[in-house]
């Protein structure tokens, strides 16, 4: 870019396409991509399409440079390959949309919602547009960086594996879920954010600004945290397994605190909490270990039935035996764990981290509960890792697994009656032997043959 050019959001003529114009380009732009007489690359450069709908749509390799895409519906659209430079997709609806390998330097995303979408390999580093001044002259369009804007966006369980975001501005934007392995995030803001759940691995996070951002959860194995500054973040259960820490201050960082912080000794902990429980309610005091590490501890046989656990820290910690039913274990890291013939009836698992947990024997069936829709409380492991987990002879009649990653785990000989399983992740599950009557499948199908055993 020449030195003397100036940079500014100026307003510029655009071209806004007819409904029949438009209409033909898009019917062009399909026989091109079915390699058909008469087709051609939709050209949409510049273009005014505000608040058009182009759901569903395939535009994959469209040139859409510079387009003003303000509160435009693309839920669904395929945009691979699509050339989205400069484009301007502030408020629009891109939920569940693919973007694979997109072109979207210096593009606006301010409050865009791009929940499921997939992004992988996408280009979203800086980038700056030359267009008209209005007097004559040339002016740079995008700002004075040109950083790809995504402030206030929502990105819930997006896939932008390997994509490029360097620089880029995600302020205050919900990541929860998103699986951004080995992203290049190296200098991006990302102060605010929500990444509860997200999936980091192997991202370069090199100078980037992840002060204030909400990180429970999260895994960032083999990520790269050199400078990164993370001032005021909450990494209560965030996974750092082979991350160099030497040159990042996690000090002022929010992490699970330690037993000699919070002030009483766990058995006097228990005990108050055995007397809540044979008590209703009416004396000592219900336990809550909420964000506490208790990584490694000895739990055999305890009872935290109904106690508070959520993030808690029990890594490798032992807990056979131990009466968990209801139990609140959201976003809880027990990898490692030893919970074989534990009991987690009606336990609220959802994002818990049991990667190479013992669970055999254990029970992760419904509780009947008077007064109860459908008089059962289910177990609920929705969006758990299960990661190599074992399962063998354990009970998950009408447990909920629904979004849960299950690769590699063991299930043979399992109780899977009625349970849900919904787009849960099943590469290499060993379900031999197990009972699959009316279990819910990724399909969202029960199983066709009821009372079968795998």
Known sequence: MPRDLKVE?????????????????????????????????ASLKLADLSYADFS????????????????????????????????????????????RRADMRGARLHRANMTDAILSEADMRAGRLIVPDGRGGLTAHGGHTGATELADAVMKNAELRGAKLTGTEILRTDMTDA?????????????????????????????????DASM???????????????TGANMVCAVLDFVDLSEVDISDAEIARKLDQIGREITEILRDHQRWLESSGHKGNRADLSK???????????????????????????????RLIMADLTGADLRGADLHSADLRGAVLVRANLTGADLTGARLDAVHMIGVRGDRWRTDLTRARLRNAKFAGADLSAAKLTNADLAGADFR??????????????????????DLKNTILESGLPVAAAGERA
């Open 9 to 41: 959001d100026v307003e510029f003529p655009r071209h806004k396409p007819g409904r029949g114009e438009l209409a033909e380009a898009l019917k062009r732009h399909a026989l091109f991509l079915k390699q058909r007489a008469g087709g051609a690359r």
């Open 56 to 99: 569903g749509r395939d535009l994959s390799g469209a040139d859409l440079t510079g387009a003003l895409l303000k509160g435009t519906r693309l839920d669904g659209a395929i945009l691979d390959d699509a050339l989205l430079y400069g484009a301007d997709l502030s408020e629009a609806s891109l939920v569940g949309a693919s973007l």
């Open 179 to 211: 699986k951004m392995q080995d992203a290049q995030l190296n200098r991006t803001d990302m102060s605010g954010a929500i990444l509860t759940g997200a999936v980091l691995e192997g991202a370069d996070l090199t100078d980037a600004n992840l002060s």
């Open 216 to 230: 429970q959860g999260a895994i960032l194995s083999r990520a790269v945290l050199s400078g990164t500054v993370l």
């Open 292 to 322: 506490v590490d208790l990584e490694e501890q000895d739990l055999s046989r305890v009872n935290l039935s109904a106690a508070q656990l959520g993030y808690v820290s029990l890594a490798r910690a032992k807990l056979s035996g131990a």
């Open 413 to 434: 000989d399992a109780v899977l009656v009625g349970a849900l399983l919904e787009e849960a992740v099943t590469t290499r599950t060993d379900f031999k032997g197990a």
